[in-house]
């Protein structure tokens, strides 16, 4: 239980400043994106999740999961659950179909949220972000390719991001 309360809490804005952010804050609205360095600003001190899309299957007795590499600034290369953020308004499974589509070129249906984590600070560049594990299954057929692989949780390549790999290895192992 909390028990701090909300005056003890120092505030590093002045009363203008604070009046100012919440003016700006609420022009933001329907379909706009946040500019990328008001992001970067805003992810660190606001936690904003993203959907993980966990798409597994039975090969050999074991279980392999879908990993891309991943693009982005951090850990570029690195193989991760391919995922991204919730957009102003999403529900879970349009987060999820969208980046589905995004980063797979295909749709997925929901089957289950699995987890949730909370990065550490030192865990991910942009500060306090949350990872929704769902479990997903394509909607309709794929094709593996060089950038989209099912692998072996037992068998993970060494640049797996660190976070990913201890999700697979405490739920796929």
């Given at each position: ?34 500019p990328?360095?008001?992001f ?18 039975k090969?050999?007795g ?13 850990r ?57 594990y ?11 390719t060089?950038?989209?692989?099912f ?23």
């Amino acid at each position: 239980m909390c028990t701090t309360r909300r005056s003890e809490i120092t505030m590093s804005l002045t009363e203008r400043e604070s009046k100012e952010l919440t003016r700006l804050l609420k022009k933001i609205g329907g379909d706009t994106w946040l500019p990328e360095n008001v992001f970067y600003a805003l992810h660190g001190v606001v936690s904003m999740w993203a959907a993980e899309l966990v798409i597994v299957r039975k090969r050999g007795g074991q279980k392999e999961i879908l990993l891309a590499p991943y693009e982005g600034i951090f850990r570029k290369s690195y193989w991760h659950i391919p995922g991204g953020y919730n957009l102003r308004d999403e529900t879970i499974q349009q987060s999820c179909s969208r980046i589905a589509r995004r980063e797979l070129g295909f749709d997925v249906r929901i089957v289950k949220i699995l987890d949730a984590y909370k990065w550490a600070a030192t865990e991910h560049p942009y500060g306090r972000a949350l990872s929704l594990y769902v479990l997903c299954e394509p909607v309709g057929k794929f094709k593996e390719t060089s950038r989209l692989k099912f692998i072996s949780a037992q068998n993970l390549p060494a640049k797996t991001m660190p976070v990913h790999r201890k999700f697979i290895t405490r739920h796929l192992l």
